[in-house]
């Protein structure tokens, strides 16, 4: 018989070091996932304890006590108190900043009465020896009864002396810190023996937090609620008297074991550092240079390895084409997967970019300062100081930005902050908004030195700007939520980035982005390539002959022969169709077939539309803006007989395009970190509804 | 009564109680203990959010919150 892997959670407040530690004990053989129900990150791996033991390590939400303060520190109650669950540990890890026991002891004390097998691990014991602070570990052993190993999370030490102590028995403290009052001691009892459970204070988490444990079915829930009703169980007041009662026992353990505190003295260049980054000018000055830095670098640096990518995968599908024979399955193959696949790997460059920062600005403590700095502002608007990196980051592309919001504690600031995102106008806007700008705004200089075309882009970047914010304050007062808001945030000293856990931060941002989100992104790619390349057979099989029959006079080079064809293909292709469909739709907009099919194509990701567009009039190569400008410029109206893209025509696509999702790879993300197609689905449809009401009206009222 | 809220820079004070149940809560678990010292660091920009210190560490709370915790001066 194969013994049950052994189940190890690492539990502790945040900033106790418990990511470094997790990633000491599982190096890259890590897991990353969501627990059920819910978008909080959950980061599994395997550890080789000893010779024998392998383990899985599951890492959680760090908290600072059972009772949650945000959606996803519900995980922690959650699984301490199943103990039937998927993740119910065999043995707990509990992580404590040894430079500040007291709060790190709380959630302690919790599992000790829960009678949880826990090891303590001392982390960060050598900046608690710098301080001048020294602990009596033999007699903290003995006061907790329970293992205490001191470590160092950042370099290793004592690492090794944990995983010999997690491979042997660790047997649960045989202490009690919280002894419930008389009068509901009866009903303790009583839940204690209804649910099977194995301690006292389990029956009273029970008590305390019917709500949260989901696992639970929903008549016993109803049950636990009523009988705490019914016996006069105050859950506020209880839950007060026990953190004192708590803090009682670890002021009295620290008193005991603490032989000599550390003098606050080591803090004094943190708070030096605080002095300049929280300056009321030179704070908010340092924080723009650092989000101009990072705009900067995932707007312009990871344009390199993009082209690249961009460059391989179009070699790729050139080369399967030389290589595969013909048939309609080695086309969906080198142009619709292959390309597909294209599309997923183009945004690895800029989501490994902006979670270095990411991860940067957390592992410093710089974040804690971000919030601190800017929560008066965009509380607001109904977001969060979180939010800030998130928005910012949309302007180069919403799929990190949106990836960035799981840093938000607060459900709805972070599902309002996803919501919004994509309206900052990001990179692939630029593409749609150049050449279209080009066309139609004349090239002027303003008093001689601003470009009108530069001014209307700087137009489009704030339009998206002011429709994401207006529409932040729209949700504030239309989602309503229990959970209240807390700004409650520990602000940790500065420390220098641990640079393996940086690395680690970015290769599992792009796996789950590859591997979750990937899967919608190829899936939607292939049915619009289907929709594109397919149409009734029999047009689409005599395509090629039918346009030479047409052009046979004109003697063409074969070249822009087959441009027309690609042309005349499209016209007919399922999308062609749709376009056509779509026609008295998007007619008050200005539009016409022809832009039809670019919008439904450029539903992929915005900056199709220039491709379309190019084959279409079968311009032939997409890469020559001045070319596809020629062209447009001398497209006719047959409806006016003027031009077809008037000044008009071109501000509607342009508002359009700044308003309207059309990125499938939004909505996979959104899906992911939302947890279904609900709020995808609805910021589609808001968007849309936005996009074609603002091109209406600048239609209606310039033309 | 005075509170957190009413703190000016650099001054320190015990903590004597809350007015909200629901914060108090919250506020104990992060070492907001009757009877303990607690230090006003420096404010955000716009006066709001703060910074203290409090149970040997510091904390950002903002001022409707600190408005809660009663003090002793």
């Known amino acids: 018989m194969a013994a049950a892997k052994l189940k190890i959670a690492l539990a502790g407040k945040p900033n106790s070091g418990k990511s470094s530690l997790f990633n000491q004990l599982t190096g890259l053989n890590q897991k990353i996932g969501n627990f059920p129900g819910v978008t909080v990150d959950k980061r599994t791996g395997s550890c080789q304890l000893d010779d024998k033991t392998i383990a899985e390590i599951i890492d959680l939400p760090g908290t600072y006590s059972l009772y949650p303060r945000t959606l996803d520190e519900k995980v922690v109650a959650e699984v301490f108190t199943d103990q039937r669950g998927k993740f119910y540990p065999d043995k707990v890890v509990l992580v404590a900043d040894a430079t500040n026991l007291k709060n790190c002891l709380l959630l302690l004390t919790q599992l000790i009465d829960l009678r949880l097998p826990t090891v303590l691990a001392l982390n960060m014991v050598d900046l608690a020896a710098r301080s001048g602070q020294s602990i009596d570990l033999k007699k903290l052993e003995k006061k907790l009864d329970m293992p205490v190993v001191m470590i160092n999370a950042r370099n290793g030490t004592g690492i090794e002396n944990l995983k010999s102590i997690l491979a042997g028995p660790v047997k649960p403290s045989s202490r009690v810190v919280y002894q419930s009052d008389e009068e509901s001691r009866v009903l303790i009892g009583k839940i204690r023996t209804k649910f099977n459970l194995t301690s006292d204070y389990e029956a009273y988490q029970f008590l305390q937090q019917s709500d949260n444990l989901v696992f639970l079915p929903k008549h016993d829930r109803e049950f636990i609620r009523q009988s705490a009703k019914d016996n006069n169980f105050f859950a506020h007041k209880y839950q007060g008297a026990e953190t004192i009662m708590r803090y009682g026992f670890i002021q009295d353990l620290l008193n005991e074991v603490i032989m000599r505190s550390s003098d606050e003295g080591w803090k004094k260049v943190s708070h030096s550092i605080d002095r300049v980054l929280t300056h009321k000018v030179g704070g908010y000055i340092i924080f723009f240079v650092i989000l101009f830095l990072i705009f900067q670098s995932i707007f312009a640096w990871a344009q390199i390895p993009m082209d690249f990518i961009d460059s391989t995968f179009a070699h790729l599908t050139t080369r399967l084409d030389q290589v595969f024979p013909k048939g309609p399955f080695f086309e969906l193959i080198s142009h619709g997967i292959i390309p597909g696949i294209g599309g997923i790997v183009i945004f690895i460059p800029q989501i490994a970019i902006l979670f270095a920062f990411i991860s940067i600005l957390e592992e410093t403590g710089y974040m804690a300062r971000v919030v601190f700095l800017m929560d008066k502002i965009m509380r607001k608007f109904g977001l969060n100081g979180k939010s800030v990196v998130p928005l910012m980051s949309g302007w180069a592309c919403a799929i990190p930005a949106i990836m960035a919001t799981r840093t938000i504690d607060n459900w709805k600031d972070r599902l309002i902050t996803i919501f919004v995102t994509p309206l900052m106008s990001c990179s692939a806007r630029l593409p749609v908004y150049t050449i279209l700008v080009a066309l139609i705004i004349p090239d002027y200089k303003v008093l001689g030195f601003f470009s009108y075309q530069g001014l209307v882009l700087m137009g489009l970047y704030l339009l998206g700007f002011v429709a994401a914010i207006l529409s932040a304050l729209a949700m504030k007062f239309l989602i309503k939520v229990k959970e209240r808001s807390y700004l409650i945030m520990e602000l940790p000293t500065y420390k220098m980035p641990k640079w393996s856990n940086v690395g680690l931060q970015i290769i599992e941002k792009t796996k789950a982005f590859v591997f979750e989100a990937g899967k919608t992104i190829l899936a939607i790619s292939i049915i619009l390539y289907v929709l594109a390349s397919y149409g009734p057979a029999d047009v689409m099989s005599g395509a090629d002959q039918t346009v030479r029959s047409k052009t046979e006079g004109l003697k063409l080079p074969e070249s822009e022969i087959q441009g027309k064809v690609a042309s005349y293909k499209l016209e007919h292709s399922y999308a062609g169709e749709l376009g056509k469909i779509l026609e008295p739709v998007i007619k008050p907009l200005g539009y016409d077939w022809k832009i039809g099919i670019a919008l439904v194509t450029s539903f992929a990701a915005r900056e199709v539309f220039v491709g379309t567009i190019a084959t279409i009039y079968s311009i032939g190569s997409a890469d020559d803006e001045s070319t596809i400008k020629q062209k447009l410029k001398t497209e006719i109206n047959p409806e006016t007989g003027g031009p077809r893209y008037t000044l008009p025509v071109g501000l509607s696509l342009l508002v359009f395009y700044t308003f309207a999702m059309q990125c499938m790879s939004t909505l996979a993300i959104v899906k992911r970190e939302t947890k279904g197609w609900k709020w995808p689905l609805i910021q589609l449809g808001y968007m849309t509804a936005l996009a074609y009401l603002s091109a209406f009206a600048v239609y209606q009222l310039l033309n | ?73």
């Not at chain 2, 320190?12 to 104990?28: H, P, Q, R, W």
């Not at chain 2, 230090?39 to 408005?67: H, T």
């Open chain 2, 1 to 73: 009564m005075k509170s957190v809220a009413d703190m000016t820079k650099g001054e320190t004070a015990i903590i004597s109680g809350f007015t909200d149940e629901e914060i108090s809560v919250k506020l104990l678990e992060m070492g907001f203990l009757p009877g303990t010292a607690v230090r006003f660091n420096f404010a955000a920009p716009f006066g709001d959010p703060i910074c203290v210190s409090v149970s040997g560490y510091d904390l950002s709370l903002r001022l409707e919150e600190a408005s809660t915790i009663s003090i002793l001066n």
